[in-house]
């Protein structure tokens, strides 16, 4: 039996100021970028050549019941052109899983986190390649200073060629470009609930990684690295799991809602600069002077380059 309700007695509250409701909406979201910066670090603690496919499995295999679970009414509500549209768009993201891990195991955290930062300036020149509306000449600046800031951050130790990890993250950037361009061309999943085409992108990329891990060749099975995990591997894993996938998708679909788009994206923007802190501050990482130069450039080059695409 519930019990009684309590006399009402007015009540004056104070509602909270602008400026503070909008650090509270903001923090969360920032909280996303310096998760994700340190998801690099973290990948990089936990894989390795021979196990970057069972640790995909593993990652995401975790977090996909809960995501099914979360939205399973509007994921059955999903029509069949929506389920092809979402399936393809989470084979492009199979790819860019596998390039942003292989590569981060080639090369050095900070340098991984700041090369996949030029997907911000990739997106807007491939749009404007597709629609031939030529770019803003200061988003054009902005995008040759991010170039000549990855040349010289990949030139840290001096004027080397540029690492395997270095040039797979800037594929990585490149497929982000491209899953970027699928998701507003194809049609059938724009109207899309987000929970579900998430849902089901990830699901394509875990069977994806299913089907290469019963590979021959592509190294142990999942369940083999799970049983040779230690609680610092276990860790890493649920961080990047449950932290860098449950919870900045959470708080993504939260915060636009409570903010706009482009206040979203410039916190999330900061995305690389606590990537290059946590594989310094933590990680021991070295850039050199020519190095830090380059980050410094890339990060200069990718925020200029945001503003100016929004301005347009």
């Known amino acids: 039996m519930a019990a009684a309700a309590p006399t009402a007695v007015p009540v004056t509250v104070t509602p909270p100021s602008p400026s503070r409701a909008a650090w509270l909406t903001d923090l969360p979201v920032l909280l996303v970028a310096v998760v994700w910066g340190a998801s690099y670090l973290a990948a990089k603690g936990i894989t390795t050549t021979q196990t970057v496919v069972a640790v995909l499995v593993l990652r995401f295999g975790i977090v996909l019941p809960v995501l099914a679970a979360a939205g399973w009414r509007k994921l059955r509500a999903l029509n069949a052109a929506q389920w092809r549209g979402a399936g393809v768009l989470g084979l492009v993201l199979s790819g860019i899983f596998l390039l942003e891990t292989y590569g981060v195991v080639h090369t050095s955290a ?13 997106t807007p020149l ?8 030529r770019p803003p000449r200061a988003f054009m600046g902005a995008a040759a200073l991010s170039v000549a800031g ?7 130790g001096g004027f080397t060629t540029p690492s395997l990890g270095d040039l797979l993250m800037l594929l990585a950037a ?5 899953h970027v361009l699928a998701m507003a061309r194809i049609k059938a999943v724009q109207n899309a609930d987000a929970l579900s085409l998430t849902t089901v992108q990830l699901a394509g990329a875990v069977a994806v990684f ?5 590979t021959p060749g592509t190294g142990p099975a999942p369940w083999t690295v799970a049983a ?22 959470f708080v993504q679909m939260w915060a636009v809602r409570r903010t706009s788009p482009s206040r979203v994206s410039l916190l999330l923007g900061t995305e690389p600069l606590w990537a290059a802190a946590a594989g310094i501050a933590i990680g021991g990482e070295r850039l050199g002077l020519v190095g830090l130069l380059g980050g410094m450039l890339v ?3 990718t925020t200029w380059g945001r503003r100016a695409a929004e301005q347009r």
């Open 210 to 214: 299913a089907l290469l891990a019963a």
């Open 110 to 122: 900070t340098n991984a986190g700041l090369i996949i930062s030029l997907t911000m300036i990739f």
């Open 299 to 301: 990060l200069a080059g």
């Open 150 to 156: 990855v040349v010289l951050l990949t030139q840290g």
């Open 228 to 249: 040779g995990f230690g609680p610092r591997e276990w860790a890493g894993l649920v961080f990047l799991s449950v932290f860098c996938t449950l919870f900045a998708f």
């Open 174 to 178: 490149l497929a982000r470009t491209v």
């Open 126 to 133: 491939a749009e404007a390649a597709v629609t031939r509306v």
